[in-house]
């Protein structure tokens, strides 16, 4: 648990920019944290080098756009689009190393295992393994629509996908579900607790499903009140907090003890906008949050009354990400600006 210190930490940002040309859609570090790649509304892809503080690759990845990219702890690159392709790069050039068929439709969603053995892709209605040399794996049965999110456990061992009216939780060597969490509604994400204690699902109608594993109980808790939908999951590494962004407020969740049931959450409200992003720190005890006016504020949820450090953009904020090492924070503008804080303690 969070302790409350005397008095809240203070941080500065240390900013600068790199221009990517379009919307940016999705950002991932390189498992060193030397590079930082983005993916963009046009189909490019992106790589800045963080010594040099400038984009060292820049070309055309995805016809129609780019909708996601994901760095594998092994160094392995990857990048999904609207081509129905996924593409897995070389580290070094950033050249194409191969060119796979991600299914019938966009390849929306891809995620690498923790240990970076397995990658997931989620196109329409195909959920599927490649390997990290881009070998075909499993092709996971049973989706009816098209698969809203993934998350992996933190140790690979299970991974969580979800569609209209089901989260399903598979093993990497198994095509089968071993366990089918069924609830009548579409979802708009999916997110398993590191620990695998908790999976949880936002739902069109303000509201979240939470399922507490292994799952026993007669119905899964409804977290309803909601201002809006929630947009936005994010899982503290020791899985006892979870923040979500509806609105212009961040609702983090203590999923500690017994659990979030009869719980009041805490409730950050000094964004102006719409939250669009939520991400804690891989180890550390900081939330960034990120909103439609452009706004970034670091949180300590020993103090939740304000912000730790804020950093103003012209633009939305379409994704953030933390370096390896926690002292980094990307962050993905709708105006193409692929911008860098360092993050330094007062």
Same mark, same amino acid.
């Given at each position: ?20 040309? @379009? ?72 050249q ?20 970076g @053995? ?7 209605k ?5 390997s ?7 092709r ?9 999110? *993934?998350?992996?456990?933190? @140790?690979g ?8 009216g ?61 201002p ?14 979870? =923040? ?23 409730m ?11 991400q ?7 939330? =960034? ?6 706004e ?7 103090h939740?009354?304000?912000p ?17 090492n926690?002292?980094? *924070? ?17």
């Open positions: 648990m969070m302790l409350l210190s005397a008095q809240p930490p203070r941080f500065r940002f240390d900013a600068w920019a790199a221009d990517c040309g @379009d919307h940016v859609r999705a950002l991932a570090w390189s498992p060193n944290g030397a590079s930082l790649a983005a993916v963009t509304a046009a189909g490019e892809l992106c790589v800045a080098d963080i010594s040099t503080r400038a984009l060292v690759h820049r070309e055309l990845a995805h016809r129609g756009g780019a909708s996601c990219v994901a760095w594998s702890k092994a160094g392995v690159l990857a990048t999904g689009g609207e081509d129905g392709g996924l593409r897995l790069w070389r580290n070094v050039s950033f194409s190393e191969l060119e796979l068929e991600g299914g019938s439709g966009w390849v929306e969603h891809l995620a690498w295992s923790p240990r @053995d397995w990658l997931a892709s989620g196109s329409g195909h959920l599927r393994l490649w990290a040399e881009g070998t075909p794996g499993l996971f049965a049973g989706h009816e629509s098209t698969v809203a999110g *993934l998350s992996w456990r933190s @140790d061992a299970v991974l969580a996908s979800v569609c209209y089901n989260v399903r939780l598979f093993k990497p060597e198994e095509a089968a579900p071993f366990v089918t969490l069924p609830y009548k509604s579409p979802f708009l994400s999916v997110a398993l607790s590191p620990r695998g204690r908790y999976v949880v699902a936002p739902t069109f109608d303000n509201s979240m499903i939470c399922w507490r594993l292994p799952f026993r109980e007669r119905e899964p808790l409804n977290m309803s009140g909601y809006a939908r929630i947009k936005t999951l994010a899982w503290s590494p020791d899985s006892e907090w979870l =923040a979500t962004g509806s609105g212009a407020t961040v609702v983090v969740w203590n999923c500690s003890g017994k659990g979030p049931a009869g719980t009041k959450p805490i950050l409200t000094t964004h102006r906008g719409a939250l669009t992003a939520t804690f720190q891989r180890t550390g005890a900081l939330l =960034a949050t990120g909103s439609a006016t452009g970034v504020f670091l949180w300590h949820l020993g939740p009354d304000a730790v450090a804020r950093h103003n953009f012209a633009q939305a904020v379409s994704a953030l990400a933390w370096s390896p926690d002292q980094t *924070l990307a962050v993905a503008g709708a105006d193409g600006a692929l911008s860098v804080l360092q993050v330094q303690r007062k």
